[in-house]
Nanobody, 123 residues
Framework: QVQLVESGGGLVQAGGSLRLSCVAS????????MAWFRQAPGKEREFVAA???????YYADSVKGRFTISRDNAKNTVYLQMNSLNSEDTAVYYC?????????????????WGQGTQVTVSP
């Protein structure tokens, strides 16, 4: 049974930091590209960051320089370190997994999704 379980969300003041974690099980984690997406109220889901199985990383322009994605294949875990948070980062953050050479920013190409973790940034 495939599972992606996110944690680490919460309420933080603007300028603060959070680290999200996503623990995977039920599939060959090290062979999959992993990503974070987010969805704010009333908005469409958007790509945040991704990391390929080989470690290459990709970021949305809106988070570049502030967020860092990383993975620990020994722990079947992907992380999202978020710094310099602002109110526009408020959203539910989802972890996703994809097999194969996909366009990483295309959420429709991912095989598995977590249930999400809420991040709220107060002014």
């Amino acid at each position: 049974q495939v599972q992606l379980v996110e944690s680490g969300g919460g309420l933080v003041q603007a300028g603060g930091s959070l680290r999200l974690s996503c623990v995977a099980s039920g599939f060959s984690f090290s062979s999959y590209a992993m990503a974070w997406f987010r969805q704010a109220p009333g908005k469409e889901r958007e790509f945040v960051a991704a990391i390929r199985s080989g470690g290459t990383t990709y970021y949305a322009d809106s988070v570049k320089g502030r967020f860092t994605i990383s993975r620990d294949n020994a722990k079947n875990t992907v992380y999202l370190q978020m710094n310099s948070l602002n109110s526009e980062d408020t959203a539910v953050y989802y972890c996703a997994a994809a097999r194969g050479p996909i366009v990483l920013s295309d959420g429709g190409r991912y095989d598995y999704w977590g249930q999400g973790t809420q991040v709220t940034v107060s002014p």
